[in-house]
């Protein structure tokens, strides 16, 4: 009789590496897909500060610290001059907040991205009231004090960040609210790449506009608001956004 010989069982030819990654539609600019993605059942929350997001808020911290303390702290104050940066600051921190919270979001989670796009309009129309309420002010303080109204690099990305705030907005509002301007829901969500694109190149020049107050005459020899921690605030604040970006709702991979 003969003897059987029980089979090993085979080995792989070639081990998988427990770190190997490969791209995937939904990745960030820098990192693994998991590191800015909001996973099944995380609250939206998270997102603020998911991955590289913490750098944006210890950035906003700063900035605003930085500017807010001498602003304050100086006497007397300007009644039409100080709300200005105030609001302004509040508006780039909510505006950064609407972009943390709907980053992270993936097409495979409908729900968390349908919930975290909601509370994306919300916090932009509230940021733009605060951008509109600073603007107003600031133009009311320059007709009443009979100022000129362009007479610094500031003053002049100013008008052109928010002019492109407001077609942004719009933009925005018609392909999430009303599609059928853009011929249905498909053609619309061909656009929110587009969307994203302007988005992101708005906040470059909002970050440009906030650091250029600092080099302001009034600022400059009045407050004495430190440079370095503006400047400081804007790089973490962008550290913290721009590696999150997913390349696939940008339309440079499949998503």
Do not use: C
Request: avoid cysteine; glycine fraction near 8%; proline fraction near 8%.
């Amino acid at each position: 009789m003969a003897s059987t010989t029980p089979s090993l069982p085979q080995l792989p030819e070639e081990i998988p590496r427990p770190n190997h990654h490969e791209p995937t539609e939904s990745e960030p600019l820098l990192g693994r897909p998991g590191d800015a993605l909001q996973r099944p059942n995380s609250p939206m929350y998270r997102n603020l500060y998911l991955g590289t997001g913490i750098l944006s808020q210890a950035g906003l911290l700063l900035l605003l610290l930085s500017i807010s303390i001498p602003l304050l702290s100086h006497r007397p104050l300007p009644p039409l001059l100080v709300p200005h940066p105030l609001l302004q600051l509040l508006g780039l921190a909510l505006l950064i907040q609407a972009i943390l919270i709907l980053q992270p979001t993936t097409k495979s989670n409908p729900t968390a991205k349908s919930r975290a796009a909601k509370s994306h309009g919300i916090l932009q129309l509230f940021s733009f009231l605060l951008f509109l309420s600073g603007t107003a002010i600031i133009e009311t303080n320059k007709h009443v004090n009979k100022l000129a109204h362009f007479h610094s690099v500031h003053a002049y990305l100013g008008v052109i960040t928010l002019s492109l705030l407001v077609v942004q907005y719009l933009f925005g509002f018609t392909i999430y609210v009303t599609p059928n301007v853009w011929g249905g829901e498909d053609k619309a969500r061909q656009l929110w790449k587009w969307h994203r694109y302007v988005g992101y190149g708005v906040l470059v020049l909002l970050l440009a506009t906030t650091g250029s107050a600092v080099w302001t005459e009034y600022i400059e020899t009045q407050i004495g608001v430190s440079k370095i921690g503006v400047v400081l605030g804007l790089v973490l604040i962008a550290a913290g956004v721009f590696p999150r970006v997913q390349l696939g709702k940008l339309g440079l991979r499949e998503y």
